[in-house]
């Protein structure tokens, strides 16, 4: 399917509309997933049918020099944990696309 609306997040929703599975994942070109990934995310998912999104972390894989404000804005970046413990976000936080399961 070829579409004139560029974005991600309009390709994105074009893929919702079109999937034909019980979940998604959303996996950016420069995400690299862990080999049981997919499984693991699949498992939790279908152990607990209340969950409508699953975040994971992202860990960088290169030692960079990063800016002194890197640490305060990684979460930009879906970089580090996005919750201190498992279970339903605090109000006001979001997952990361990336490596997101809906």
Same mark, same amino acid.
């Given at each position: 399917?070829?579409?004139?609306?560029?974005?991600?997040?309009?390709? @994105?929703?074009?893929?919702?509309?079109?999937?034909?599975?019980?979940?998604?994942?959303?996996?950016?070109?420069d995400? &690299?997933?862990?080999?049981?990934?997919?499984?693991?995310?699949?498992?939790? @998912?279908?152990?607990n049918?209340?969950?409508?999104? @699953?975040?994971?972390?992202?860990?960088?894989?290169?030692?960079?020099?990063?800016?002194?404000?890197?640490?305060?804005? &990684?979460?930009?970046?879906?970089?580090?944990?996005?919750?201190?413990?498992?279970?339903?976000?605090?109000?006001?936080?979001? @997952?990361?696309?990336?490596?997101?399961?809906?």
């Open positions: 399917m070829y579409c004139n609306t560029p974005g991600k997040s309009y390709a @994105l929703w074009i893929a919702f509309a079109k999937v034909e599975f019980s979940y998604v994942l959303i996996c950016d070109d995400n &690299q997933l862990f080999p049981d990934y997919l499984t693991c995310g699949v498992d939790i @998912l279908d152990k049918p209340i969950i409508g999104a @699953l975040g994971g972390k992202g860990i960088m894989t290169e030692k960079l020099d990063l800016p002194d404000w890197f640490k305060r804005y &990684q979460s930009t970046y879906a970089i580090g944990p996005q919750a201190d413990k498992n279970g339903p976000l605090k109000k006001g936080v979001g @997952l990361y696309g990336a490596g997101c399961f809906f």
